[in-house]
């Protein structure tokens, strides 16, 4: 099995930053892609960032600009660093891996448990 616990989330006043960590772990061979949605009460999962094994990101283009994803490949770990936060980015954060190599011809796709960002003054 393959889980991703993440870890940073909180209470942050606007303008403020957070970071947020996602660590893999369990029995996997690889994993190319990993990145972040969120969820807002009331609104679709969007992907906020994701990175490749080789360091191509990707943002949705309401956090270009702030937020920052970076990763350790041999910690199988992807960061966010989250900054000018806007109240509007409160949510729940989500890890996620969609193509986990778990075997030589076996792929999985992982998801965290999620971890709440709230910006509020």
Known sequence: QVQLVESGGGLVQPGGSLRLSCAASGSFLSI????????????????????????????????KG???????????????QMNSLKP?????????????RTTLYRFSEVWGQGTLVTVSS
């Open 88 to 100: 509007e980015d409160t949510a729940v954060y989500y890890c996620n891996a969609p193509k986990v």
């Open 32 to 63: 190319n892609t990993m990145g972040w949605y969120r969820q807002a009460p009331g609104k679709q999962r969007e992907m906020v960032a994701d990175i490749t094994s080789s360091g191509g990101t990707n943002y949705v283009d309401s956090v």
């Open 66 to 80: 702030r937020f920052t994803i970076s990763r350790d490949n041999a910690k199988n770990t992807v960061y966010l």
